[in-house]
Every structure is written in structure tokens, then in C-alpha cells.
């Protein structure tokens, strides 16, 4: 197993035992036609988020054939309904540009002062 699968396999194993991650996998009959999962994680407390609880959505699939059926956005509601019956109220994500309309039909914005560090 390289390392990025065996990374993800200890990753997957701790989350769901810690109940830190909520995925969904769509299936038509037996064949896998998408996917989104949801992980959750603490940050300190502020004014904007007293309790601290984040989440944050990755992984949003859905194979092409299937796309435009309204999987993703179903997908996407099954997500922050979770996160919302968590007491969640922040929800961040990634947005690819194939993507942003999805999310911003939903309600997410554009981040503004967000910056991330990425060491080469």
C-alpha cells in the first residue's frame, strides 16, 4: 500500500471510531455513482463560532454519466444536515470551478481573508 492509501486507511479507521467523519456513497443498483463526506474537528472558541466545532466537506464525486441528476446536491444537504444536528455552524470547503455553482446554489460564499501555507 503506498503511502497515501495506507495515510487515508489510518485516517478513515480513527474517524469513524471517533465519530469525526460522516461519508455518504451513492450507488445505482450495485454500481458506485458518487460520493461526499463531511470531517469535524475543534478549533478554539470565538466570537463568530463560540463553541469551536468546525466541519469541513471534501470529496464531492460524482461520475459523469450521473451528473446534472441532482446526486451531488442531495449529497451535499445529507452533509450539513449532519453537521447541523452536531451544533455545527461553520462549514468550509474547497470549490473547484466545475463545483462553485453547486455550492453556491446551496449558500456557500467566497472566503475573503483566508490564506494557506503550503510548504514545497
Do not use: C
Not at 495506507?6 to 479507521?13: D, G, Q, V
Not at 449529497?75 to 462549514?91: H, N, P
Amino acid at each position: 500500500m503506498d503511502e497515501v492509501e495506507r495515510k487515508t486507511y489510518e485516517y478513515y479507521k480513527e474517524a469513524f471510531q471517533n465519530d469525526t467523519h460522516t461519508a455518504y456513497m451513492v450507488f445505482e443498483d450495485n454500481k458506485f455513482v458518487g460520493a461526499g463526506g463531511v470531517s469535524y474537528y475543534q478549533v478554539m472558541p470565538t466570537y463568530h463560532n463560540p463553541s469551536g466545532k468546525k466541519a469541513y466537506i471534501m470529496n464531492m464525486y460524482t461520475k459523469p454519466l450521473y451528473r446534472r441528476n441532482g446526486i451531488a446536491i442531495r449529497t451535499l444537504a445529507l452533509l450539513v444536515e449532519d453537521a447541523k444536528k452536531r451544533g455545527i455552524t461553520s462549514i468550509s470547503l474547497e470549490a473547484t470551478e466545475m463545483g462553485r455553482p453547486l455550492y453556491e446554489k446551496f449558500g456557500f460564499v467566497q472566503m475573503k481573508n483566508e490564506m494557506e501555507y503550503i510548504e514545497i
